[in-house]
């Protein structure tokens, strides 16, 4: 069985979805004239999220890359590749295959989950001209848990002074095979670990607020994060949540700088 670490708490949850590629799944007003593709690629120093599986309680370097053809279809890092099947002004749905990152484990015995994929599909709405409100549900096809995991979620964009800002407000959870797979301890791990073994059932898994501002300067862009995430329920009484330094508590920030190319129209 494979297991996340207290560090990396379902996978990609450093920028969650309040990250560079969150307009591309959400139908927030456009802020720039639309083009038939931009392409973003740069990095910065990253706090809370190693895709490498290295210790991610260390600052690191981290790249990152988006793409975008006429808001259809799209891929990055974090949401994989995905495509808008429904593309309205209020409403947008489709379909991701989501990567899952490796990790690595300081606890003999314990083996985290390998490089992955999730099937997922989305669906948002626009309500308030600025609030975003939805979710996804996901199943890992990858055999790394053979569960399901959702996300719901409320979205906030505002134009400010120094750039644009997204507030994200969420709920992740999933079935009792993803909780387990990720959080719990079976016979075997309990025995090459001496940690008592623990189950846990399909639920909540955790809550979490993040702030995102971009800020364009001329061909390129700057990203400031941070994100907050407490666990709850059965996750939370987890022994690898429990092992944290901060237990319950997850905190993530980072800065990325972007070069962004784009088409003429």
Do not use: C
């Not at 560090?7 to 979805?17: C, D, E, G, I, Y």
């Not at 690595?104 to 975003?132: C, F, H, I, K, M």
């Not at 996300?151 to 644009?164: E, F, N």
């Not at 987890?238 to 508590?249: C, F, G, V």
Request: no cysteine; charged share 20%.
């Amino acid at each position: 069985m494979l297991k996340t670490a207290a560090a990396l708490m379902t996978s990609l949850a450093v920028m969650t979805t309040a990250h560079m590629a969150h307009a591309q799944a959400q139908p927030f007003k456009a802020v720039e004239a639309p083009k038939t593709w931009t392409l973003d690629v740069g990095a910065g120093p990253v706090y809370g999220f190693s895709p490498s599986g290295k210790d991610p309680n260390q600052v690191r370097v981290t790249a990152w890359g988006s793409f975008n053809y006429k808001n259809r279809l799209y891929a990055n890092g974090l949401d994989g590749l995905g495509y808008n099947a429904i593309l309205r002004d209020k409403v947008r749905a489709g379909f991701q295959l989501r990567p899952r990152y490796a990790g690595q484990s300081n606890v003999e015995g314990l083996v985290l989950p390998d490089r992955g994929w999730d099937a997922a599909t989305y669906a948002y709405v626009r309500v308030l001209d600025n609030v975003s409100i939805g979710g996804r549900i996901g199943q890992d096809i990858s055999g790394q848990s053979e569960g399901t995991a959702w996300q719901v979620s409320a979205s906030r964009q505002d134009i400010t002074k120094v750039g644009l800002l997204q507030s994200l407000a969420y709920v992740r959870g999933g079935d009792k095979k993803t909780n387990q797979a990720f959080f719990g301890i079976d016979p075997e791990e309990s025995a090459a670990t001496g940690i008592a073994p623990y189950n846990l059932g399909g639920g909540v898994q955790n809550v979490g607020v993040a702030f995102l501002m971009m800020t364009p300067i001329k061909q390129y862009g700057i990203g400031t994060f941070v994100n907050a995430e407490k666990a709850l329920g059965d996750v939370a009484d987890s022994p690898l949540i429990q092992a944290r330094e901060n237990k319950d508590m997850a905190y993530r920030w980072g800065i990325v700088v972007v070069r962004r190319f784009h088409s003429d129209n």
